[in-house]
């Protein structure tokens, strides 16, 4: 590439950073790093808007959320972390400074905003008028854990709390996925769509679509949790349950077939829509998890055991990185 359509490139792409990490410093709420939807998360707000009352801000849009998101800021955090590596690679290093000390902001600020003792959860989002809402979701825990925001001991704990609330419960098809909620959605904090309940708990739609339904979307982030943890073991054998329908390729269906969704007691789809990427997207596990590999800019990190098996895998690898690096950075 000629040297001038290269620099005219490298100015696009630093503008192009620029613009998404100062559009994080101004969504920063109260100089704690975290940023706040313009979305209050107050689900009555909604509610009193009628049929047009949906809210959210949040991967699940069947749940109202808004304002401080957990699921939200731990894809901030990492967000913040690799735009300093590109700013510093383009010498704008004081901009770069500026992403990592919100990065570190942040980091501060997750655990005590997000995290409660009393359900033993990482929880999906906090009010503008205060109140916390989780429904024990395993992708608001395992985003915060697989992307670095919640202390190993603790992290330990949360995940096995999780893995003891599925086995109580006797939860065995782990072929389907895992359940997006453990809790009912109460109707109040569900959109009006599929899966609202009539009853104020939500328990009369529970395994409808969002409200309580199996599926493998996000679940990467739990997986990737329990691997980054330590807890191999419980990742290995909750992967290799996780993917025998894939294996038969059963795990999705035709368009509209409604098989992107399960319910927890028959089986039967409650989705709509039946074939997604985003079914797939655990899979990815195997290699970020069990080998503990970690594309960064620098080329591919190994942040797992460094075994025989890695050894035979890297020359075959074009940039291997010099260094580990931390996959939440």
């Given at each position: ?11 696009h ?17 109260q ?5 706040a939807?313009e979305?209050?998360?107050i689900?009555?707000?909604?509610e ?7 809210m ?9 959320s ?5 699921y939200?800021n ?7 972390h690799?735009?300093a ?13 500026a992403?990592?000390a ?18 033993q959860?990482i ?43 599925l ?11 895992l ?23 939500g ?8 409200n ?6 996000q ?7 329990l691997?980054?943890?330590?807890l191999r073991?419980e990742?290995n054998?909750l ?20 098989v992107?969704?399960r ?17 797939f ?8 998890g069990?080998?503990?590999?970690e594309l960064t800019?620098?080329?591919l ?8 098996r ?7 690898f ?10 939440a950075?």
């Amino acid at each position: 590439m000629p040297r001038d359509e290269e620099a005219h490139h490298e100015r696009h792409g630093l503008q192009a950073i620029r613009s998404y990490t100062q559009a994080l410093r101004s969504l920063e709420y109260q100089g704690l790093g975290l940023i706040a939807s313009e979305q209050s998360g107050i689900p009555e707000e909604a509610e009193a808007a009628g049929p047009a009352g949906n809210m959210q801000c949040q991967w699940a849009d069947g749940v109202r959320s808004g304002h401080l998101e957990s699921y939200v800021n731990a894809h901030a955090f990492r967000s913040l972390h690799r735009a300093a590596d590109l700013l510093e690679r383009l010498d704008a290093r004081e901009e770069a400074a500026a992403a990592r000390a919100q990065a570190a902001r942040l980091h501060t600020n997750f655990v005590p905003t997000f995290y409660d003792a009393g359900s033993q959860q990482i929880m999906q989002w906090v009010a503008r008028d205060g109140r916390r809402f989780g429904f024990h979701s395993h992708m608001h825990l395992g985003a915060a854990v697989a992307l670095g925001l919640v202390p190993e001991e603790l992290a330990k704990e949360l995940l096995r709390d999780y893995l003891g609330r599925l086995a109580a419960r006797g939860f065995t098809r782990f072929e389907w996925g895992l359940p997006i909620f453990l809790d009912p959605i109460p109707a109040v904090c569900h959109n009006n769509w599929s899966g609202k309940g009539i009853e104020e708990d939500g328990s009369d739609q529970v395994g409808i679509y969002q409200n309580g339904s199996i599926h493998t979307h996000q679940t990467w982030y739990f997986l990737q949790a329990l691997y980054r943890s330590g807890l191999r073991p419980e990742a290995n054998r909750l992967f290799l349950q996780m993917t025998s329908l894939v294996r038969r390729g059963q795990l999705c269906g035709g368009l509209h077939s409604g098989v992107d969704w399960r319910h927890p007691v028959d089986g039967r789809p409650t989705g709509y829509e039946g074939l997604l990427a985003e079914q797939f997207h655990f899979l990815l596990v195997a290699i970020t998890g069990y080998l503990g590999c970690e594309l960064t800019i620098d080329g591919l990190a190994l942040n797992g055991p460094k075994t025989g098996r890695i050894r035979q895998l890297q020359p075959n690898f074009a940039r291997w990185a010099a260094r580990d690096t931390d996959p939440a950075k």
